[in-house]
């Protein structure tokens, strides 16, 4: 669990740190990437299952961040957090 502790992980909105969010590092696709291109639908079923929101609040969240990106691209849990 130290990835959580790590705030340059960009697990926690609590510092102001890449949309990185991967437990595997070598994976290609990070949370920047995903929060600033897949389609609201995505973003809401991604949430209701990884994050265990509701799907009210998943709907929500995919909402705001479709319409704040719409404005200027979410690069980091700085940005994510003013945008929820």
Known sequence: ???FKDGSRGFS???DAVLDMRFDTTQAITAE???NTESMESLS???QRYADFTPVKANELAIAIVKSRKEKPIH???NLRDVL
């Open 1 to 3: 669990m130290d990835h």
């Open 33 to 35: 990437q995903l929060i």
């Open 76 to 78: 980091t849990t700085g």
């Open 45 to 47: 079923s991604i949430f």
């Open 13 to 15: 909105v609590h510092d």
